[in-house]
T-cell receptor
């Protein structure tokens, strides 16, 4: 069964460094999403992406975050200058149709640790 | 401010028993409500999706109900199994897709 994959599974970085988290959505899906979950807290929506544009973004998704679909398969989240509070599990998800009505499939997550 | 509150925070039941998890939301405008199952350290897995016009939705042993008037939803798990041990998350969305997640109910099923 097709699934969303994410790399790396764990990323450790120094505060102020740039990180890129990578996701490969399910191949025939058109809508892509990033979420984060700080340890012990609830999942939070970051951004949705369709047709090479951001569709929606939350207040968390400020200027230090960016997303890109550099080719036909990858979907990336870049954090330009990491802060300690960026330490979290980051989940990528995809859906065939718009999230409002369709099932989203989540990846296994990338655990980001900022030191 | 949009909010989703879930209860109980945690629940322990014996294998084979039924249980019901609760979700109250204040999301306006309201479009749909989802229940997810999340195993520790894994991504959420979708269980049910209900629009504002739906009252109930089933997925195997999972049955979700929705009362859009009282802004309440429940997830009923029938004949629990050890593999049901997980966090169950309620998510409400409005007109634009910026979902509001609950903190989840942690369910432990004992043999």
């Amino acid at each position: 069964e097709p699934e969303v994959t994410q790399t790396p599974s764990h990323q450790v970085t120094q505060m102020g460094q740039e990180v890129i988290l990578r996701c490969v959505p399910i191949s025939n899906h058109l809508y892509f999403y990033w979420y984060r979950q700080i340890l012990g807290q609830k999942v939070e929506f970051l951004v949705s992406f369709y047709n090479n544009e951001i569709s929606e973004k939350s207040e968390i998704f400020d200027d230090q975050f960016s997303v890109e679909r550099p080719d036909g398969s990858n979907f990336t989240l870049k954090i330009r200058s990491t802060k300690l509070e960026d330490s979290a599990m980051y989940f990528c998800a995809s859906s065939k149709r718009w999230a409002d009505t369709d099932t989203q499939y989540f990846g296994p997550g990338t655990r980001l640790t900022v030191l | 401010k949009n909010q989703v509150e879930q209860s109980p925070q945690s629940l322990i039941i014996l294998e084979g028993k039924n249980c019901t998890l609760q979700c109250n939301y204040t999301v306006s405008p309201f479009s749909n409500l989802r229940w997810y199952k999340q195993d520790t350290g894994r991504g959420p897995v979708s269980l049910t999706i209900m629009t504002f016009s739906e009252n109930t939705k089933s997925n195997g042993r999972y049955t979700a109900t929705l009362d859009a008037d009282t802004k309440q939803s429940s997830l009923h798990i029938t004949a629990s199994q050890l593999s049901d041990s997980a966090s169950y998350i309620c998510v409400a969305s409005g007109g634009s897709y910026i979902p509001t997640f609950g903190r989840g109910t942690s369910l432990i099923v004992h043999p």
